[in-house]
């Protein structure tokens, strides 16, 4: 995890010029805001893939999941595949099989294709990210990391922003398949300034090695976890199958970090984590890529499933909530080459924690406006973070460990996206049906309100011609789906509360920080 990658080798950063550094950078950002629109365009057609396939919110999250998932794992085989082919070599084939996952996600013919796709294209999303930022980082000069950065947390964060918008016009103008069409063309363009702009040197000799035991343990922990997390719903939370799938994940896990703080050429460098700062802001990191990619996951179901909005008005949510970190990501890289990190970490926290607060008083009467004003404010939160946490990551890496920075920080934040969004459905599933049986336990013969409800729906039947026969039946059926509407409402409801309290929690690392370092990167 020492060796420096292609970037390093190839660019001196304070001779390189400031039109070469610009076309490096942008080169980069579009094959990794390409894929990262990618995780987050398939959010407003959840709906449309349980329909189309006939599955739950638990089995048609994983093509939002399973992206995610893989992403994590990949991303640490990144430096090495970068160290064996070059930084350019890397870059240009990862973006093709990338595309090859975006056609088969297209023409799949069912869920576990779909899903398979989804995996292909994570796989790629996952080895680019890490390059793409040890590659922009090492052309600017040491006092200027924090901004370079910025640019970086610019592009990952504002594409999961914009991502359900061209979701949303794509699903509404063609089908719900043509979404994983949309970023293709992008990614091509990707593919020819990559050719043009990214460096690459080619390491001679032997392929370095590789520590294939613990990409295993790594995979195995990831797949364990989560599937034992998505069925334990279905399976029972208590059954062997589940319990098994999460004792086995934790003991991989376990085995995991034993293995990599003895492992000769570690893929997920343990001594980085021996400062304090940089533990602090992977935590956090956690939390915020927990935070990130569930509410870029929830908003636009929540607004298709509960508000009824069309696939373009939901996407349309995250659009304000885009632009606002658009502007806010640039200032926020500013901020932090001069303000020690912890005071906007902590602004960040609180916003964040109050924003999805608020949302988790949303139903079906919530103001469009509302969602808009929620969704920003939590936007401004991740403005304020993202590049701070990135900072003090990237302050605590020696010049050959930006790599290895670069890797763990996207490993963890990414982990916490997956993480957050699996948790995010499996909590709103738990309380769905926790609410529907306690208010189907009230609808009674005895409750006087559910006999007049049932009435005034029998007396609009009657009005609309139904056969008297009908009546009762058709009200007891619009009854329950009243009350499933409700009980879904204040699942999603629980949901948005659950990650308010986790931030809650994530003031104490971002507290913590005040001890750190406050010299300028």
Known sequence: MSTTTSAEATFDPHTISATRRWMVTVSALLGAIAMILAATVVNVAVP???????????????????????????????????????????????????A???????????????????????FAAGVIQPLVLSTIVSVFPADKRAFAVSMYSMGVTLAPSFGPIVGGITLDALTWRHIFLVPLPMAFVAFLLGLSFIPQERKRGPLPPFDWVGLSLVCTFCVCIMTGLANGQR???????????????????????????????????????KNPAFS????????FGAGNFSTNYAIPVFTQTIQGFTATAAGSVLVP???????MTPISGRISDRVPAHYPLLIGTMAFALATYLMSKGDVNTAFVSIVLYTMLSRFALGLVMTNMGAVAMRGADD??????????????????????LLFVVITEQRTAF???????TQTSANPLSREFIGKVGRVLSESGVPETQQTAGALDFLSKVVHAQANTLGFQDGFLSISLTFVLAMIPAWMLRNATKRRI
């Open 400 to 421: 050959n460990q930006l790599n290895s920075a670069a890797a763990t920080y996207n490993f963890v934040r990414q982990l916490g996206g997956a993480f957050g969004t």
């Open 321 to 327: 909530a885009g632009i606002l970190l658009f502007v």
């Open 235 to 273: 399976w029972g939370w208590h059954s062997n199958d589940v319990v098994a799938l999460l004792v086995g994940g934790l003991l991989a896990g376990t085995v995991f970090l034993y293995q990599q703080s003895r492992s000769t050429s570690p893929i997920l460098d343990i001594a980085l984590f």
């Open 280 to 287: 602090s802001a992977m935590v956090i990191a956690f939390l």
């Open 435 to 441: 609410h529907a049986d306690a208010m189907a336990a």
């Open 100 to 122: 090859v996952g975006g056609v088969i996600s297209g023409i799949a013919p069912n869920i576990d294709t779909l899903i398979a796709g989804r995996i292909i294209q994570g």
């Open 48 to 98: 449309s893939i349980m329909g189309a396939f006939g599955v739950g919110q638990v089995i048609a999250q994983w093509a939002s999941t399973a992206f995610i998932t893989t992403m994590v794992a990949s991303q640490l085989i990144s430096t090495w595949i970068v160290n064996a082919l070059g930084a350019r070599h890397t870059y240009v084939m990862t973006i093709a099989v990338f």
